[in-house]
């Protein structure tokens, strides 16, 4: 929770600093405070979803833990993926360029990462894991006894509401990037 908030507070800050602004209203030194906090906040963000999904995660360990030990291995190997590429992107986005100031300097003499692959190979990352953890559950579910398959499917609509979301999120993101060209 607390490293929301500071994502938040750091990505209100970078208003202060070049977020929200048209293109035409930039200007270099603006542009280089802009990309310094969105690389700060960033950091921030990557954290706090790392919390929340391993959250998730141990969730499902404690609910369904005891209903068979190959999901607990499936809940560990998720576990394991998601802070696995969670923090590779920690120490990507840090490391992105040499020196680190180059990020937020364009002008400095060093080099960066091929950005645009790194952040398709991540965001390859957030697309597949926020899958594996909406679908981690369903199994479990069925195996449970209720009264009727009615509760069934409800209770699976409901934990695995997030395929809207990843569905929402991720066709946003594409439209967002489809009108930036």
């Given amino acids: 929770m607390l490293v929301s908030i500071a994502h938040g507070v750091l990505i209100a800050n970078a208003t202060y600093h070049g977020m929200?602004?048209?293109v035409w209203q930039f200007t270099p030194e603006l542009n280089?405070?802009?990309y310094l906090w969105i690389g700060i906040s960033s950091e921030f963000y990557n954290l706090g979803l790392a919390g929340f999904k391993s959250a998730l995660i141990l969730l499902y360990l404690q609910t369904f833990?005891?209903?068979s030990k190959r999901f607990r291995i499936a809940c560990y190997l998720t576990l394991f993926y998601t802070l696995g590429y969670i923090t590779a992107n920690l120490i990507i986005e840090f490391f992105a360029c040499w020196p680190?100031?180059?990020?937020?300097?364009?002008?400095?003499?060093?080099?960066?990462?091929?950005?645009?692959?790194?952040?398709?190979?991540f965001g390859i990352g957030h697309v597949t894991s926020d899958l594996i953890i909406a679908i981690l559950p369903l199994p479990p579910i069925w195996k449970l006894s209720f009264p009727s398959t009615?509760?069934?499917i409800g209770l699976s609509f409901t934990l695995s509401s997030g395929f809207l979301f990843v569905i929402s999120r991720h066709l946003g993101w594409t439209r967002l990037r489809l009108s930036l060209y």
């Fill in 65 to 67: 833990g005891l209903v």
């Fill in 100 to 121: 680190i100031a180059k990020k937020w300097h364009p002008d400095l003499p060093g080099h960066c990462i091929n950005r645009t692959a790194a952040n398709t190979f």
């Fill in 150 to 152: 009615k509760q069934k």
């Fill in 32 to 34: 280089s405070e802009y």
């Fill in 20 to 22: 929200g602004l048209h």
